[in-house]
């Protein structure tokens, strides 16, 4: 099992471009989470899926931030348009269902820089 | 709002030391409390949960413990090796929150020295 599969590993991107962040789900995982990861922010839920179902987009921090499950396996958070206090390392995790649930496994995350 | 501390940020040990870290949450009310590993450049791994019914988890050398009343979590490593450097993070998931939504603490940096 390869894991949850986050890419690119590392983006640089100019205050204004658009950024797609991507997440593969480990096979027979029905829940994805993304978090951003910050310094001075700690650890932040974004947004929660349940079977391709956005059930909390409390922590999206504005409209500039969109995420969709195109199917069960995938994921991405889109930045448009990116801004410097976006900078920051995005991971997405996922869990199985049933009790299962509460146990995440996370990607590697990306690096996000915006200049 | 359910606030989570870690306490020391930082902290450097010889080999072979046993250790703890400590975590505190302002909510009594969680459904349960992990605690998580990170290495420089990589993900969370999953170390250790505890449901809020439960006092501690074992598992090899970690041993996590849970007081719910008084807001306190407690990872204990025993006989430290150099490889158990990382930051070790603990969260809460609130009992009353239906999202899965896990509160992070901002983690403790350990540095096991050989």
């Known amino acids: 099992d390869a894991g949850v599969i986050q890419s690119p590993r590392h983006e640089v991107t100019e205050m204004g471009q658009e950024v797609t962040l991507r997440c593969k789900l480990i096979?027979?995982?029905?829940?994805l989470f993304w978090y951003r990861q910050t310094m001075m922010r700690g650890l932040e839920l974004l947004i929660y899926?349940?079977?391709?179902?956005?059930?909390?987009d409390s922590g999206m921090p504005e409209d500039r931030f969109s995420a969709k499950m195109p199917n069960a396996s995938f994921s991405t958070l889109k930045i448009q348009p990116s801004e410097p206090r976006d900078s920051a390392v995005y991971f997405c995790?996922?869990?199985?269902?049933?009790?299962?649930?509460?146990?995440?496994?996370f990607g590697s995350g990306t690096q996000l820089s915006v200049l | 709002k359910q606030e989570v501390t870690q306490i020391p940020a930082a902290l450097s040990v010889p080999e072979g030391e046993n250790l703890v870290l400590n975590c505190s949450f302002t909510?009594?009310?969680?459904?349960?409390l992990q605690w998580f590993r990170q290495d420089p450049g990589k993900g969370l791994t999953s170390l250790l949960l505890?449901?809020?019914?439960?006092r501690e988890q074992t598992s090899g050398r970690l041993n996590a413990s849970l007081d719910k009343s008084s807001g306190r979590s407690t990872l204990y490593i025993a006989a430290s090796q150099p490889g158990d450097s990382a930051t070790y993070l603990c969260?809460?998931?609130?009992?009353?929150?239906?999202?899965?939504?896990?509160?992070f603490g901002s983690g403790t940096r350990l540095l096991v020295r050989p």
């Open positions: 899926f349940n079977n391709n179902v956005p059930i909390d």
């Open positions: 909510d009594s009310a969680i459904y349960n």
């Open positions: 969260a809460v998931r609130p009992q009353m929150d239906s999202s899965y939504k896990l509160i």
């Open positions: 096979s027979g995982h029905n829940s």
């Open positions: 505890i449901q809020s019914s439960q």
């Open positions: 995790a996922s869990s199985p269902p049933g009790q299962g649930r509460e146990k995440l496994f």
